[in-house]
C-alpha cells in the first residue's frame, strides 16, 4: 500500500524528491504531470506527482493540486508532502502560499511546517532567513533569476506576502531542544493562530527532529525534510520490506542521447566537459532561427552517429549567444527551443533510443511531455537528487531528468557513459 504521496512544483524538482525517497530505502514511482482520471498506480511506498506549476499562477497551481489531491484519495492515499525548490523559488504574487493554503483545507491540516533547507545541497534555513553556502538567499545567484529573483531571503515575510494566512517560525534552538519541545513550540503557535511555519534547519540531524510528529500538519519544503521523513517511514516497514532491491534499476546498455537545454554555470561546464569526450552539436538560433530546420539538422547529424555511443546535442548558452539567439528567433526562444531537444528526443525514441539523459528542469518537462511519459520506477541516482528512472509501460525507457545546478563538472560524461 501506497503510505505517502509528494506533490512537486515541477518536474526535476520531483525527481529530487523521488531520490530522496529511494535513499532513505523506499520503492518509489513517480508520476509526471496532474494524473488522468483512468491512471493506475504501480505498488510502491511512495508516489512523486511531479506537476509544472511552479511559474503558474496560484489559480491554476491551485487547480493542479486539487485535481492531483482527488485522484490520489481514489488510490488510499491519505498522507502527502509538498515539494518545492530549495531556494522557494517564488514572488510576492507567487503559488507557494495559495497551494498550502489549499492544501492545508484539502488535508485538514492544522498547520503546515515549511522547511525548505537540505543541507545536501547546502541550503540551509536559520532565523527564518534562507542560505545558499554562506551566502543569504538574497545576496546569491538567485537574486537575479528571470523568473523568479529572490530578493529578500526572510522567509517569513516573502510568504506572509503570498497568503492572508499567519506565517510563523520554529527556531533552530526549540529544534536543537529535541522533538518534544520543538511540537511543544508548533503547538503553541498553532494555539495563536499562526497557520504556516517556517522551520529553521542547518543540518541533517535538525530535518529528523522536525520531521517526526505532525499527525493533525502538513509538512512542505525541499528534498531535505522528504529524505528525513523517508527515513522514519523505512524504519516502520515489516522486516520483509526493509530493502528496495533493483526497483527502478537503469538499463545495462546501449549509446546514450544527451540532451542539454539548461544555461545555468554548473550545466555550461558540463557540457564544455562532454563535448572533449564524444560528438556534439550546438543548435545556434543566431544562425538558424527556423525551429522545424534545427529539428530536421539535429535528426540528421544523430542519425549519422554511432547509436552504441554516447552523443550530445545541446542549446545550452551562455548570456551572449543568448542574447544574440534571442533578437533572430524572439522573446520565446528558451520555449521554443524546449520543443525542439524533445521532437529531437521522441525522433531518437522513434528509431530506438531507449537511454536519455536531460539537463534542465524545463527542457526535461518538455521531453517527457513530448515522449507521453506518465509513470516511471526511480532507480539509483547517479548524483545526489538526481535518479534513473524506467518507464512502466511498453518497450522501457531510461531517462535520467537533471536540474540546471545538479551534478559535477563531469556529471554529463560520467552519467553517459555508464
Given at each position: 500500500?501506497t503510505?505517502?504521496?509528494?506533490?512537486?512544483d515541477?518536474?526535476?524538482?520531483?525527481?529530487?524528491?523521488?531520490?530522496?525517497?529511494r535513499r532513505s530505502?523506499l520503492?518509489?514511482?513517480?508520476?509526471?504531470g496532474a494524473?488522468n482520471?483512468d491512471?493506475?498506480?504501480q505498488e510502491?511506498?511512495?508516489v512523486?506527482?511531479g506537476?509544472k506549476?511552479?511559474s503558474?499562477?496560484p489559480?491554476?497551481?491551485?487547480?493542479c493540486v486539487?485535481q492531483t489531491v482527488?485522484?490520489?484519495?481514489?488510490?488510499?492515499?491519505?498522507?502527502?508532502y509538498?515539494?518545492y525548490?530549495?531556494?522557494?523559488?517564488s514572488?510576492?504574487?507567487?503559488?507557494?502560499?495559495?497551494?498550502?493554503?489549499t492544501l492545508?483545507?484539502?488535508?485538514?491540516a492544522?498547520?503546515t511546517?515549511?522547511?525548505?533547507?537540505?543541507?545536501l545541497?547546502?541550503?540551509t534555513?536559520y532565523?527564518?532567513?534562507?542560505f545558499?553556502g554562506?551566502?543569504?538567499?538574497?545576496e546569491?545567484p538567485?537574486?537575479?533569476?528571470p523568473?523568479?529573483?529572490?530578493?529578500?531571503a526572510?522567509?517569513?515575510?516573502?510568504?506572509?506576502?503570498?497568503t492572508e494566512?499567519?506565517?510563523?517560525s520554529?527556531p533552530?534552538?526549540?529544534?536543537?531542544?529535541g522533538?518534544?519541545?520543538?511540537m511543544?513550540?508548533v503547538?503553541?503557535?498553532v494555539?495563536?493562530g499562526?497557520r504556516h511555519?517556517?522551520?529553521d534547519?542547518t543540518?541533517?540531524?535538525?530535518?529528523?527532529?522536525?520531521?517526526?510528529?505532525h499527525d493533525?500538519?502538513?509538512l512542505?519544503?525541499?528534498?531535505g525534510?522528504i529524505?528525513?521523513?523517508?527515513?522514519?517511514?523505512?524504519?516502520?516497514r515489516p522486516p520483509?520490506?526493509?530493502?528496495?532491491?533493483?526497483?527502478?534499476?537503469p538499463?545495462?546498455?546501449?549509446?546514450?542521447?544527451?540532451?542539454?537545454?539548461?544555461?545555468?554555470?554548473?550545466?555550461?561546464?558540463?557540457?564544455?566537459r562532454?563535448?572533449?569526450?564524444m560528438p556534439?552539436?550546438r543548435?545556434?538560433?543566431?544562425e538558424t532561427?527556423?525551429?522545424?530546420?534545427?529539428?530536421?539538422?539535429a535528426?540528421?547529424?544523430d542519425?549519422?552517429?554511432?547509436?552504441?555511443?554516447p552523443?550530445l546535442?545541446?542549446?545550452?548558452a551562455?548570456?551572449e549567444?543568448r542574447r544574440?539567439g534571442?533578437?533572430?528567433m524572439?522573446a520565446?526562444?528558451?520555449q521554443?527551443?524546449?520543443?525542439?531537444?524533445?521532437?529531437v528526443?521522441?525522433?531518437?525514441?522513434e528509431?530506438?533510443?531507449r537511454?536519455?539523459?536531460?539537463?534542465?528542469g524545463e527542457?526535461?518537462?518538455?521531453?517527457?511531455t513530448?515522449?507521453?511519459?506518465?509513470?516511471?520506477?526511480v532507480?539509483e541516482?547517479?548524483?545526489?537528487?538526481?535518479?534513473?528512472?524506467t518507464t512502466v509501460?511498453?518497450?522501457?525507457?531510461?531517462?535520467l531528468?537533471?536540474s540546471?545546478n545538479?551534478?559535477?563538472?563531469?556529471?554529463?560524461?560520467?552519467t553517459?557513459?555508464?
Amino acid at each position: 500500500m501506497t503510505r505517502i504521496a509528494v506533490i512537486a512544483d515541477d518536474y526535476t524538482g520531483g525527481t529530487d524528491a523521488a531520490a530522496a525517497l529511494r535513499r532513505s530505502g523506499l520503492r518509489v514511482v513517480m508520476l509526471f504531470g496532474a494524473p488522468n482520471p483512468d491512471s493506475t498506480l504501480q505498488e510502491c511506498d511512495a508516489v512523486v506527482v511531479g506537476i509544472k506549476f511552479r511559474s503558474a499562477n496560484p489559480a491554476d497551481a491551485c487547480a493542479c493540486v486539487e485535481q492531483t489531491v482527488g485522484w490520489l484519495r481514489g488510490h488510499g492515499i491519505t498522507r502527502y508532502y509538498y515539494k518545492y525548490c530549495s531556494t522557494f523559488d517564488s514572488t510576492p504574487q507567487g503559488n507557494i502560499g495559495p497551494v498550502l493554503d489549499t492544501l492545508g483545507t484539502l488535508t485538514s491540516a492544522r498547520y503546515t511546517i515549511v522547511c525548505p533547507a537540505t543541507p545536501l545541497h547546502q541550503r540551509t534555513t536559520y532565523l527564518g532567513y534562507l542560505f545558499v553556502g554562506d551566502r543569504l538567499l538574497s545576496e546569491s545567484p538567485l537574486r537575479n533569476h528571470p523568473l523568479t529573483p529572490m530578493t529578500d531571503a526572510n522567509l517569513v515575510r516573502w510568504l506572509s506576502m503570498q497568503t492572508e494566512s499567519t506565517v510563523g517560525s520554529l527556531p533552530l534552538n526549540a529544534v536543537r531542544a529535541g522533538n518534544e519541545a520543538a511540537m511543544d513550540h508548533v503547538k503553541s503557535l498553532v494555539e495563536q493562530g499562526v497557520r504556516h511555519i517556517v522551520a529553521d534547519a542547518t543540518v541533517e540531524a535538525d530535518l529528523d527532529t522536525i520531521a517526526v510528529g505532525h499527525d493533525d500538519g502538513l509538512l512542505s519544503g525541499g528534498a531535505g525534510l522528504i529524505e528525513a521523513l523517508g527515513r522514519t517511514m523505512a524504519a516502520a516497514r515489516p522486516p520483509e520490506r526493509q530493502t528496495n532491491g533493483d526497483f527502478g534499476a537503469p538499463a545495462a546498455s546501449g549509446g546514450t542521447l544527451v540532451l542539454a537545454g539548461s544555461c545555468s554555470e554548473a550545466t555550461l561546464e558540463q557540457v564544455r566537459r562532454a563535448q572533449l569526450t564524444m560528438p556534439a552539436l550546438r543548435l545556434d538560433p543566431g544562425e538558424t532561427s527556423d525551429s522545424d530546420a534545427l529539428i530536421a539538422t539535429a535528426v540528421a547529424w544523430d542519425e549519422a552517429q554511432d547509436q552504441s555511443r554516447p552523443r550530445l546535442i545541446y542549446t545550452s548558452a551562455d548570456a551572449e549567444q543568448r542574447r544574440r539567439g534571442a533578437l533572430a528567433m524572439g522573446a520565446d526562444t528558451p520555449q521554443i527551443l524546449e520543443k525542439v531537444l524533445a521532437r529531437v528526443a521522441a525522433s531518437a525514441v522513434e528509431r530506438g533510443a531507449r537511454r536519455i539523459v536531460v539537463a534542465g528542469g524545463e527542457t526535461s518537462g518538455a521531453v517527457v511531455t513530448e515522449l507521453g511519459v506518465q509513470q516511471v520506477l526511480v532507480g539509483e541516482e547517479a548524483a545526489p537528487g538526481v535518479p534513473w528512472c524506467t518507464t512502466v509501460c511498453g518497450d522501457p525507457i531510461t531517462l535520467l531528468l537533471k536540474s540546471g545546478n545538479f551534478g559535477g563538472a563531469d556529471f554529463l560524461v560520467e552519467t553517459a557513459s555508464s
